[in-house]
């Protein structure tokens, strides 16, 4: 039933496409839209008005009906450097007129045509590849200055600062794209810190992406040039109504200074006591600075024209303290900071002059030291060198490296003057400052630590860029790893903007359609690969699904066209994509571990799947853009895709080729199979689950929906063993580990501790997380059901063994929640639905309902959980057996104590079908006296349940 609330005027507030936190738009028209909170219960908007005050002018547009999202800039554009204001007011279908809302700012970030004319310069006389290089001009204001604006980019990272202070609190300005197509400039307001007179800029300028090695073994190289290159201009405009522009040029000047050595994959090396600092106390970036021994800096090959950035800021975001401090059995030092994190450390330290602090870092200890061999060639090591001379009381100098990050828990801290102090060592949380907007909660505590890792995993690996990792020699943007993730990432944080950004990265590094591996493309010459390029398709429909981004698929349609074309080419006339170099269902968990593509799925089924799934997104994308002909044209194509996929690799009785849940879970989730064959490929799937003992067994490709595959034919329970199930491989398996993020294997880290032998291991890997989807949509039940949340989709699956489980999350309309609770026979479910929206509702009793806004409970009986069987023992079913957790358990107990290694191979290698015993599978596991045992322990339990039952 609905809770009656009373009206109230609805309030609106205004949003923007600027970077969270920030007022500057990339745009000279941006969409806007607008969230309105309201207590009127079934609350739909009829109209809504727009102001925009500019320079002084005030002009209105009015919006007829629903629309609040994604509004087109209804008035003329912006020009450069312009600021104005925003204000909604908004009135319902009930007649209600809501007040103006707060006005919301914007800025034009962007550059007028033909006024960027900086000049890229650098050291002139590098010492080394990736030297870091310090640069510096003065320049006098002639008279008050009434704004002041920096555009500032680099192909390398930057900070600048004006009379010592930095602009901005940005961390590795302007981060990574193809730097050869497309650089980011950066726009700051930095009218406070220029004074009229002599004033100073200074810029610290290091490699970081512009620099690194990038390839593996033997073929890494750096892409863009030996050394890091800066260019900016600051424009100055005068009370009086004049301008200037100041500008880097020859007249520079550059320096090496005390941060020596600079790497992402190395770390940094800095030396205090070179600190440009001269004899009067003035550093390098305030005027009036002695620059004996600066040399003219060199100008360098120019940065192509750079545009206003539209993805978020970087930033510290958190700061972490030491948790413990561990002695290793080498002796040595290590910090845990109780949680894998990206980022660097903050030192606050004394000592003498010349004393070297080493740090290293790593994810995990194995065998109680440091384990630093999944960083492969990435060093993650830093220096300081101390000064003796730190300004603090007692000559505290306090550090943190500037232009590189770690994936770590753990630092080893080498070379401390003194006696340690853990509160001297602070972790800082790096990442792309996204506003949060996901949240979800469940009563088993490895369900929630399971969704935290996902978070963590996210936020570690969202720099710039969606990376696959964030510690060893590699950090790129893989676009299998975010083509399976985007959905759980939108849930959880605003990613709009993020992924907005880096699809037009995507779309320049494709090659005659064909989308390379990592975006930007450091890895040589694009091929195809299934999964993987698909991201140009998927992507941008994601965005469309969680936010109604109809322009980013419009700028997008393209490169989705392009690479469906590339894929139906390569078909040909038999419209299966076969033979080929696949990626495929990578790590699988059966795959040996250093062959992680020998999957169970054969890589040509994955191939035509993704075939058919990339030619349908780009027919629904030609249908919503009104490009009738090729939505027709593209739609045909699939439907060909489909017929021959299920000709090649389904038999009549419903059986995939590949015989393994990645297969089952793609004919079902793409919908590649008819309605009336997805309840045999369902049961088949459940069955494969339940033959491997609720052990996941998918990979990069059938992780994300082998549960939606299951709850989709009716298989919840299966669906949530595979949740709950804590060995290995599965979810919830790292968790009894201590992970505190998303692995890259399922066995990152074996049972006995040590570091799966495999090359490619890290502790820092979302892909497997994107589990996250199915928590928030089914067992929470919290789904679009129309584009940026117009509709929701309330459908909650309540799972056994829970007693409550909910998700709440900031659409673009406002705040939706949906949840349940177990208690006392009943399950009641509960909602919030934001003003101006609808929902579906589907409660687990089969009732389906439509409602409007505001808070909603219902209540439905809980079904009675299946009662266990009364007798279990040796001549039950492997499959009884399995489903009876309390004897699968004390059959393993027994076995545990009698064989450990006999245990282990019992519990992986069984298959627990319905057609062989218990005593039959024993057999090659165990000798009479321990199957005599578990006989014993089973007839126990029995006994004790038929106990039970005659006095319930």
Request: charged share 20%.
């Amino acid at each position: 039933m609905s809770s009656p609330v009373p009206t109230v005027s609805p309030v609106a507030t205004v949003l923007t496409d600027a970077p969270h936190g920030s007022d500057v738009v990339a745009s000279p028209a941006p969409e806007i839209g607008w969230r309105t909170e309201t207590t009127t219960p079934g609350w739909l908007q009829a109209n809504a008005e727009i102001e925009l005050t500019r320079d002084g002018d005030v002009s209105t547009h009015r919006v007829e009906g629903r629309t609040s999202t994604r509004v087109a800039w209804p008035f003329a554009p912006l020009a450069p450097r312009e600021r104005a204001s925003l204000r909604v007011r908004v009135t319902g279908e009930d007649g209600v007129q809501g007040e103006w809302s707060e006005p919301r700012h914007v800025v034009a970030g962007f550059l007028g045509d033909g006024e960027w004319q900086a000049t890229t310069i650098g050291l002139a006389a590098p010492e080394h590849t990736a030297q870091p290089a310090y640069l510096r001009t003065e320049f006098q204001a002639t008279g008050p200055v009434a704004r002041a604006t920096l555009y500032a980019t680099a192909v390398g990272v930057y900070q600048v600062a004006i009379d010592g202070v930095d602009v901005d609190d940005q961390v590795m300005k302007p981060g990574w794209t193809p730097y050869e197509q497309r650089t980011i400039h950066e726009t700051t307001d930095v009218t406070a810190l220029v004074a009229e007179g002599a004033n100073a800029i200074g810029v610290r300028l290091a490699g970081a992406w512009a620099t690194e090695r990038f390839g593996f073994r033997d073929s890494a190289r750096p892409l863009y040039g030996d050394q890091p290159r800066f260019a900016a201009q600051l424009l100055l405009e005068y009370a009086d109504g004049s301008s200037e522009w100041v500008m880097t040029d020859a007249s520079w000047q550059a320096s090496t200074g005390p941060l020596t050595a600079s790497g992402l994959y190395a770390g940094e090396d800095y030396d205090a006591r070179l600190a440009l600092v001269d004899a009067e106390g003035r550093g390098f970036a305030q005027a009036g600075y002695a620059a004996d021994g600066w040399e003219a800096a060199a100008e360098r090959e120019p940065i192509r024209t750079p545009e206003a950035r539209v993805s978020p800021f970087v930033r510290r975001l958190e700061e972490l303290s030491v948790q413990e401090v561990i002695t290793t059995p080498s002796g040595r030092t290590v910090l845990d900071f109780g949680q894998n994190l990206v980022g660097r450390l903050r030192l606050r330290v004394s000592g003498p002059a010349g004393t070297e602090i080493t740090l290293r870092h790593a994810e995990v200890l194995e065998h109680g030291e440091l384990g630093t061999r999944p960083l492969r060639a990435a060093a993650a090591t830093d220096h300081y060198t101390l000064s003796g001379e730190g300004p603090g009381d007692g000559g505290v100098e306090e550090w943190e490296p500037e232009f590189t990050f770690h994936g770590f828990r753990y630092a080893e801290v080498d070379g401390w003057p003194g006696e340690f102090d853990p509160s001297a060592v602070t972790a800082l949380v790096i990442h792309s400052d996204m506003e949060r907007t996901g949240w979800f909660e469940a009563s088993d505590p490895l369900v929630d630590r399971l969704h935290e890792n996902i978070v963590w995993g996210l936020r570690g690996n969202f720099l710039y860029l969606p990376t696959d990792c964030p510690q060893r020699d590699e950090r790129l943007g893989w676009t299998g790893d975010i083509q399976v993730f985007a959905p759980t990432a939108a849930f959880l944080y605003d990613v709009r903007g993020f992924l907005d950004s880096w699809l037009r990265d995507l779309a320049i590094e494709q090659v005659d359609g064909v989308v390379p591996f990592v975006v930007p493309n450091a890895l040589g010459v694009a091929r195809p690969a299934a999964a993987w390029g698909d991201a140009a398709t998927i992507v941008p429909w994601v965005l469309h699904e969680r936010y109604a981004d109809v322009a980013t698929i419009e700028r997008q349609y393209p490169s989705m066209k392009g690479w469906a074309d590339v894929l139906i080419g390569l078909a040909g006339p038999r419209r299966l994509w076969e033979g080929m170099f696949q990626f495929g269902d990578w790590l699988d968990p059966d795959a040996p571990p250093e062959q992680p593509a020998n999957a169970k799925t054969d890589g040509d089924i994955v191939a035509s799947a993704y075939l058919f799934r990339s030619a349908d997104a780009v027919a629904r994308a030609a249908a919503l853009l009104g490009r009738d002909d090729e939505a027709r044209q593209y739609a045909a194509i699939a439907d060909e895709v489909r017929a021959a996929f299920l000709a090649e690799y389904v038999t009549p009785a419903g059986r995939m080729m590949s015989d393994a849940q990645t297969a089952y879970a793609m004919a079902i989730v793409f919908d590649i199979a008819p309605a009336d064959q997805q309840e045999t490929l369902g049961a088949r799937l459940a069955e494969l689950t339940r033959l491997s003992g609720y052990r996941i067994g998918t990979g990069f490709v059938g992780t994300p929906i082998i549960q939606d595959a299951l709850t989709r034919t009716g298989h919840l329970e299966t669906a949530r063993r595979l949740l709950t199930q804590t060995e290995n491989p599965s979810w919830l398996y790292p968790v009894t580990m201590g992970a505190t993020t998303i692995w890259e294997r399922w066995d990152s880290m074996l049972p006995d501790g040590s570091i799966n032998p495999g090359e490619m291991t890290s502790f820092n890997h979302y892909a497997l997380g994107a589990i996250g989807d199915w928590l928030h949509r089914v067992v929470a039940g919290l789904a679009p059901d129309a584009p940026g949340y117009a509709r929701l989709r309330i459908q909650p699956h309540p799972l056994a063994g829970l007693d409550h489980a909910w998700a709440e999350h900031l659409t673009p309309y406002g705040t939706a929640r949906a949840g349940w609770v177990r208690a006392g026979g009943v399950i009641r479910i509960e909602a919030i639905v934001p003003a101006n929206t609808t929902a579906v509702v589907v409660l687990p009793d089969g009732r389906e309902l439509e409602i409007g806004s505001g808070t909603h409970e219902w209540e439905v009986q809980d079904a009675a959980p299946a009662a266990a069987a009364s007798h279990i023992g040796l001549d039950s079913t492997l499959a009884a057996v399995i489903d009876d957790l309390d004897a699968y358990r004390a059959v393993g107990e027994v076995l545990e104590a009698a064989n450990p290694e006999a245990a282990h191979a019992f519990r992986t290698n069984t298959k627990w079908s319905e057609r062989r015993e218990l005593g039959e599978a024993l057999f090659m596991h165990a000798g009479p006296d321990t199957q005599r045992a578990i006989a014993e322990r089973l007839a126990e339990l029995s006994a004790q349940r038929e106990e039970t039952t005659a006095h319930a």
